[in-house]
């Protein structure tokens, strides 16, 4: 059984540009959700994709949008990128979106925007 | 709206003393709460939930709805223990709220 894992690992780029983020979620798992971690917070939710389709987003614009694949992988897509999207972005996945399950998290992609 | 604190940013105590982490959190209904952790150079993983109502590693966690606190409690800490902790709310899969964490470090 493969854990999450999510790519690329670091990634800079500049105020502006449009970056696209992967995650591969754990075999088996139908949900995946996106946080954003900025230095010294905890995560904070993006959004949730529950079988191709959003579930549920956390207090963030539009320009911050996702894609779950019939595989129940994830790409998340921030466009127009601002200094303040520097931060670690965590993706997790579920066995479903109800909250009793457990979310298995993945190493994070850093992004630095210059 | 869903938020949870975590009034210490970092905590400090001997091995062998009782830690408390403390957390609070407002919610309008019945919330699922959790901790989470996170070992030096470790994935951030969960460590209880408070339906489960287990022990994890020696710590429980006991959700108190009149304080709207789920505190974490072990009673002689380790130096393995040595981690950040966050404590999380779930609004049934519409919003998974965080707090900032607390930093707990086990002195020998």
Known sequence: ETGVTQSPTHLIKTRGQQVTLRCSSQSGHNTVSWYQQALGQGPQFIFQYYREEENGRGNFPPRFSGLQFPNYSSELNVNALELDDSALYLCASSLDREGRETQYFGPGTRLLVL | ?108
């Not at chain 2, 006991?62 to 505190?71: A, P, R, Y």
């Not at chain 2, 966050?86 to 609004?91: E, G």
């Not at chain 2, 519409?94 to 002195?107: A, D, E």
């Open chain 2, 1 to 108: 709206a869903q938020r949870v604190t975590q009034p210490e940013k970092l905590l400090s105590v001997f091995k062998g003393a009782p830690v408390e982490l403390k957390c609070n959190y407002s919610y309008s209904g019945s919330p699922e709460l959790f901790w989470y952790v996170q070992y030096s150079r470790q994935r951030l993983q969960l460590l209880l939930r408070h339906i489960s109502r287990e022990s994890i590693k020696g710590f429980t966690a006991d959700l108190n709805k009149g304080e709207t606190s789920f505190h974490l409690k072990k009673p002689f800490a380790q130096e393995e223990d040595s981690a950040m902790y966050y404590c999380a709310l779930d609004n049934y899969g519409q919003n998974f709220v965080f707090g900032p964490g607390t930093r707990l470090s086990v002195l020998p």
